[in-house]
C-alpha cells in the first residue's frame, strides 16, 4: 500500500486540500490504481502492432497561416461598434481589483 507520506507528497503536489476521511480513500484508490498498473505490465503485448500515427502517414497535414480578409472585416468592424477602444482593443470596465 502506498505509505502515509507519499499520499501527502501527491496531494500537495496536486494541490488537495484532503481532510483524514477523504485522505483515507484517497490512499486507497492510488493503491488500487497502482495495483492495477502491476497487472498490465504483465500482460504479453509483443504481437500487438504499435499504434496508429496520423502524423507519420500525413505528415503535411498542416495549413500555413494566411490572413482572411473576412476576419479582418469582422473584427474591424466589432472594434468600431464598441463604446470604447484603444490600440485596437475593446475597452471594458475593470471588474477585478
Not at 493503491?31 to 507519420?56: G, H, M, Q, W
Amino acid at each position: 500500500m502506498i505509505s502515509h507520506q507519499e499520499v501527502k507528497h501527491i496531494a500537495k503536489l496536486a494541490r488537495l486540500g484532503l481532510n483524514e476521511d477523504d485522505f483515507d480513500a484517497f490512499q486507497k484508490d492510488i493503491t488500487d490504481i497502482l495495483n492495477y498498473f502491476d497487472l498490465l505490465k504483465e500482460v504479453d503485448a509483443s504481437r500487438i502492432d504499435p499504434s496508429f500515427s496520423v502524423i507519420e502517414k500525413y505528415p503535411n497535414v498542416l495549413r500555413k497561416d494566411e490572413e482572411k480578409p473576412q476576419l479582418i472585416e469582422t473584427t474591424n468592424k466589432l472594434v468600431e461598434a464598441a463604446p470604447e477602444e484603444k490600440d485596437r482593443y475593446i475597452k471594458v470596465k475593470t471588474i477585478l481589483k
